[in-house]
């Protein structure tokens, strides 16, 4: 019994050990000082009266109607003094008020002041809340808490600030800001231009597909089971797309993507989004056919990951997502083909550049090469005769 206890305490000793040299990775080196309540205004004026470098700020909320003596004139003087003296000044603001419009805010004198100066303001669009207090000087020191730059916190409040010298931290904050604003505009900008869907066909005239897709049951096979019909159509534009570029790695507009996949345009982007977004993620967890980030849902950071084995080379047009053109004189119309059916369509390009021809192949050898039922392939067959 004895023995028994001791081997649990030492099981869970290293478990315990195990869990905290995880836990500090995540940890930068650095030196911390409380500055909280009246002692912040001192410590970031002596900051930014000493910064060599760079100021970069990050801030929910900044006081703007401001009469001579006040702690956030102070602080804003000597942001400007620090870029007269060759001091980078960047500071990104938050925009998202109940009650201050975008334009109201963009339009404050002080701001105007700031930026005649050559201080750097960088408006975050409103679609988001930019919630941080943070300060950043010579890429070294961080100043970090529950401050705003208000009359009211600086001189009333109890707001908890600390100090921390880490220049690691301080590049890590840094490149954060920039996140934000960077991928926010590129959503703001993205809302304004027209849609632009993915299809295939005019994405490019034809592609290059791996044997091993159709050959190998743990893809488009599997796909066919699981009736994943948007995945395999997703892969196929993605992989249309890298073609393309001639680059494995990319960024992809989600809803111009739902558009390709024949979702309907009367959708809002959000929907279209959700949908592009379920199947991104199939592609990578289900099917390990590609690798992917999303940046605040509007758009999605792609790498299409290798697939061994030899290609075959298809016109786009014989699968375009969604759509078939029943007259050249008309318009396209949305007539959506079945899975089943660009499945077969693939079997029939690669028998083709084999020189066998889909009569020429039994229908038990196309079921048995490609893993799919008989009642599959039947139905298929039924499609493609339509």
């Not at 001192?42 to 109607?65: C, F, K, P, R, W």
């Not at 570029?245 to 959708?267: Q, T, Y």
Request: proline share 3%; net charge negative.
């Amino acid at each position: 019994m004895k023995s028994k206890i001791l081997l649990a305490v030492f099981i869970l000793t290293l478990a315990i050990i195990g869990r905290g040299f995880c836990f500090a990775e995540g940890f930068y080196s650095g030196r911390v000082r409380d500055i909280s309540d009246r002692e912040y205004e001192q410590a970031v004026i002596e900051l930014i009266d000493n910064a060599e470098e760079s100021v970069v700020i990050g801030m929910y909320y900044i006081t703007t109607q401001l009469e001579t003596n006040n702690p956030v004139k102070l602080l804003l003087n000597d942001l400007v003094e620090a870029e007269e003296r060759g001091v980078e000044v960047r500071i990104y603001l938050n925009t998202k008020f109940p009650d201050v419009s975008y334009e109201e805010l963009v339009g404050e004198d002080e701001f105007k002041r700031l930026q005649d100066a050559g201080c750097e303001v960088y408006f975050i669009p409103e679609g988001r809340k930019l919630h941080g207090k943070g300060v950043i000087v010579d890429r070294r020191y961080v100043v970090e808490g529950s401050m705003n730059w208000s009359i009211i916190a600086l001189r009333n409040n109890f707001e908890s600030v600390t100090l921390i010298d880490s220049p690691e931290l301080a590049e890590k904050k840094i490149a954060r800001l920039e996140g934000i604003y960077r991928t926010q505009k590129e959503k703001e900008e993205a809302e304004k231009r027209e849609r632009a869907p993915l299809y295939l066909d005019s994405i490019i005239e034809r592609i290059e597909i791996k044997k091993t897709l159709l050959e190998d049951e743990r893809y488009f096979p599997g796909m066919l089971k699981r009736s994943d019909r948007r995945a395999m159509d997703l892969y196929l534009i993605l992989t249309a797309y890298s073609q393309k570029i001639e680059k494995d790695e990319f960024f992809l507009k989600l809803e111009d993507a739902g558009l390709g996949l024949g979702l309907p345009e009367s959708w809002d982007d959000e929907s279209l989004r959700r949908q592009v977004i379920k199947a991104l993620r199939i592609l990578e967890d289900r099917y390990n056919l590609i690798k992917v980030e999303f940046y605040h849902a509007t758009d999605a950071h792609i790498t299409v990951l290798p697939v061994l084995g030899e290609s075959f080379t298809i016109e786009t047009k014989i699968i375009d997502s969604g759509r078939i053109q029943l007259d050249s004189a008309l318009p396209r119309t949305l007539r959506p083909r079945s899975q089943r059916l660009k499945f077969l369509l693939l079997v029939k390009a690669l028998l083709e550049k084999e020189g066998k021809g889909l009569d020429l192949v039994s229908q038990k050898e196309i079921m048995r090469r490609f893993h799919i039922t008989e009642r599959t392939l039947e139905k298929a067959l039924a499609d493609l005769k339509k």
